[in-house]
């Protein structure tokens, strides 16, 4: 796995869940099943739409990745949601499904700048300052351009 790991997922679901859940052999660490990898990184890459223009997402994702506590619940719930709701035999959960929308709500909540990522790199502008939203007004009452 790319940016979470065993324990992460652990924390949020027992092991023997997630592993029925992905169908895999046990014999298998779960940081190798090819499924888990998967769905990570579809997670990465939809946290990464939320936070990337904020947040360089290239340092906090590189192979030497900056965790955070935030980022990595965040990733952690997603995945363990999308990995019970995979298996269609069964309806997911409700505290997977609720897990999953609080993810999504934090990660608007820091898209927003309500809430910051402790510890993680700020986009920048070639002069070092930070980049700051754009805020404008579309307006115009003088019908010229």
Same mark, same amino acid.
């Given at each position: !796995?790319?940016?979470?790991?065993?324990?992460?997922?652990?924390?949020?679901?027992?092991?023997?869940?997630? *592993?029925?859940?992905? &169908? !895999? $052999?046990?014999?298998?660490?779960?940081?190798?099943? +090819?499924?888990?990898? $998967?769905?990570?990184?579809? &997670?990465?890459?939809?946290?990464?739409?939320?936070?990337?223009?904020? =947040?360089?997402? @290239?340092?906090? %994702?590189? $192979?030497?990745?900056?965790? *955070?506590?935030?980022?990595?619940?965040?990733?952690?719930?997603? @995945?363990? =949601?999308?990995?019970?709701?995979?298996?269609?035999?069964?309806?997911?959960?409700? $505290? =997977?499904?609720?897990? =999953?929308?609080?993810?999504?709500?934090?990660?608007?909540?820091?898209?927003?700048?309500?809430?910051?990522?402790?510890?993680?790199?700020?986009?920048? *502008? %070639?002069?070092?300052?930070?980049?700051?939203?754009?805020?404008?007004?579309?307006?115009? +009452?003088?019908? %010229?351009?």
């Amino acid at each position: !796995m790319r940016y979470i790991n065993k324990d992460d997922i652990v924390a949020i679901i027992h092991e023997r869940l997630i *592993n029925e859940s992905v &169908a !895999m $052999d046990t014999a298998i660490p779960l940081a190798d099943n +090819d499924i888990i990898i $998967d769905i990570e990184s579809k &997670a990465i890459d939809l946290v990464i739409s939320y936070i990337s223009r904020r =947040y360089n997402h @290239v340092e906090i %994702f590189s $192979d030497t990745p900056i965790r *955070n506590g935030v980022l990595v619940q965040l990733i952690s719930s997603i @995945v363990v =949601y999308r990995a019970v709701k995979r298996n269609a035999a069964r309806k997911v959960p409700d $505290d =997977y499904v609720e897990l =999953y929308k609080e993810a999504i709500k934090t990660l608007e909540k820091i898209q927003a700048g309500a809430m910051d990522l402790i510890g993680c790199p700020l986009l920048i *502008n %070639f002069d070092g300052s930070p980049v700051s939203p754009l805020w404008g007004n579309s307006t115009n +009452d003088n019908n %010229f351009v």
